[in-house]
């Protein structure tokens, strides 16, 4: 899947490089802590946590990924658009009036009320369709957030399964604090989902594939004994938490480069960027690199944070810009216009924060540095050790 030809002239400097194999290694690494019986469904929602979702989506399919998920209508669409046949299931609760359109992308749709089951009722019955829609029933065993409470779940499963336009596809339910790993709630939820399969059990419904296991559950070994598993954030290489660290072998699969534009020098008493936080004692050179917080180089790494300039980490001076960072050339590096810098990345080497890291500057987590990266930064994907494609920027757009 090319979507223009792998070649880098031209291409703006700063960028993210998707390593597919390292994506590829991960869905094995999570197979192999799996039951024989259990497969994977891949979360390659929000633009698979910013690695470009079709190119992320394929990798897992061929590594063995058995489903897709997404969040969004949009994001399901977008999957079938670039030809990808796999079941995707939309995790996040839809509107009503969405429903027309996932059926039409065949999309496998996450019903918790009566509200929402009647509008997929209705489209199935309205709709000409190739195939019966299918339907998941999520079930709140703590989280509180979407999902029918256990005592709704029973007559909404009994509704699913006999309504002969429907497939009733999947039950789950959702980890409050799985990347807790002291936390005993997530024996509560599994507890309370055991119950309500049972229940429904006992009211005569068949029951169809259940899943619960995040990316933090498989890794800590709880509810993967269901048909399903739901791996995102460890697809990437990325641990869920501090406290749930990644097996070894797991590796990150996204780093961003970028270059020096510009080398000056800076004299005692000279002050660096917006609002002169940073005035330099002594006297130095700084680096211009193109990058800033409508990258998703956040504003808040003022001051704080580093890159990776020929092995030395160079430290940003004064304010992230909206387009652009200086940094200082540590003494005694060498660094010329041109030279690579490293913004993120998980080998150390490289003298660069990694997610972990670049997420506590930010003071948030992995998922959300990701899903920040925006879609200005070009994404090169990186396949057998070469490069197999390329994701143009979208000018100006997230
Ligand atoms: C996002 C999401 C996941 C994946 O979570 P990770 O922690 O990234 O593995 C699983 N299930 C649901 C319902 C989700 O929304």
């Known amino acids: 899947m090319r979507e223009s030809s792998p070649n880098l002239t031209g291409l703006r400097p700063t960028r993210a490089i998707v390593d597919l194999d390292a994506i590829a290694g991960n869905v094995q690494a999570l197979r192999a802590m799996l039951p024989k019986s259990t497969e994977l469904m891949a979360v390659v929602k929000a633009d698979a946590y910013g690695h470009g979702a079709p190119w992320i989506a394929r990798v897992a399919l061929e590594a063995g990924a058995k489903v897709l998920a997404v969040a969004t209508v949009s994001e399901g669409q977008e999957l079938r658009f670039q030809g990808i046949a796999a079941p995707i299931v939309l995790l996040g609760s839809i509107e009503p009036d969405e429903v027309v359109a996932a059926c039409r992308a065949s999309l496998e749709i996450t019903v ?15 709709e000409t369709l190739s195939s019966r829609v299918a339907v998941h029933l999520k079930i709140d065993t703590g989280l509180r957030r979407n999902g ?40 509560d939820q599994l507890q309370r989902f055991a ?17 619960a296991a995040n990316s933090a559950a498989i890794i800590t070994g709880q509810g993967t004994h269901f048909e399903l598993v739901r791996a995102g954030i460890a697809l990437y290489g990325v641990p869920p938490s501090a406290d749930v660290p990644l097996p070894e072998g797991m590796t990150p699969a996204l780093r961003i480069e970028s270059h020096i534009t510009r080398i000056f020098r800076i004299e005692p008493g000279d002050t660096v960027g917006y609002n002169r936080t940073y005035r330099a004692e002594r006297s130095t050179r700084g680096a211009l690199i193109p990058i800033g917080y409508a990258d998703g180089y956040r504003r808040s790494l003022s001051g704080r944070a580093w890159v990776g300039i020929n092995g030395h980490r160079a430290p940003v001076l004064g304010r992230v810009s909206m387009d652009q960072i200086v940094v200082e050339v540590p003494p005694g590096a060498q660094a010329d216009i041109g030279d690579a810098v490293a913004i993120l990345d998980g080998n150390a080497a490289q003298c660069a924060p990694g997610i972990t890291e670049l997420a506590e500057l930010m003071g948030t987590n992995g998922y959300e540095v990701l899903t920040g990266i925006r879609r200005r930064i070009p994404r090169v994907y990186i396949k057998d050790g070469e490069i197999f494609g390329v994701r143009p920027a979208r000018g100006g757009q997230t």
């Not at 929402?116 to 019955?125: D, F, G, H, M």
């Not at 409470?149 to 006999?162: D, F, N, Y």
């Not at 119950?195 to 899943?211: E, K, L, S, Y």
């Open 112 to 126: 918790a009320d009566e509200v929402l089951l009647e509008a997929v009722q209705l489209a199935a019955r309205s």
């Open 148 to 187: 029918a409470l256990p005592e709704l779940a029973t007559s909404l499963a009994a509704r699913i399964a006999v309504d002969p336009e429907l497939r009733f596809a999947g039950i789950f339910t959702h980890f409050a604090s799985a990347d807790e790993p002291g936390d005993s709630f997530t024996a």
């Open 195 to 211: 119950q309500a399969i049972d229940d429904i059990r006992d009211a005569g419904v068949a029951c169809p594939p259940t899943h």
